[in-house]
């Protein structure tokens, strides 16, 4: 028996979100684990993660999180070869990547305010 066409997009596009998240989170173990970075090594750690998404099709993403993992992979791609110093690309990249998880973060842990309200109707 074939698999809908809804099982294969929906198959197609956990594929795509899984290679992007791999994608993050190899650059970004990349920058923090790196004592010395060089631009060179930084264009050809590019290329060699870029194999995985470039097996992968793009498919569009509705789910903000994801478009903004979308947008900050298109971002770290964007700085192959770039002009600007290496450090800087660094530091743009690990504060994007860290609101990225506050904002993941945020929606995950919600913080109950007056929590010793709740139980005075017990006593």
Do not use: C
């Amino acid at each position: 028996m074939a698999a809908s066409q809804k099982a294969i997009d929906n198959s197609n596009r956990l594929r795509y979100i899984r290679a992007l998240d791999r994608f993050h989170k190899s650059m970004i173990s990349y920058l923090l684990n790196t004592p010395e970075l060089t631009q060179e090594r930084f264009d050809k750690k590019i290329e060699n993660a870029q194999k995985l998404l470039k097996r992968v099709e793009e498919i569009p993403l509705y789910k903000g999180e994801l478009q903004d993992l979308q947008t900050l992979v298109k971002k770290i791609i964007s700085y192959k070869e770039s002009e600007k110093n290496i450090q800087d690309i660094k530091e743009e990249i690990l504060y994007s990547s860290n609101q990225l998880d506050k904002s993941k973060n945020a929606r995950r842990y919600k913080k109950d305010k007056h929590t010793s309200d709740k139980f005075e109707d017990w006593e």
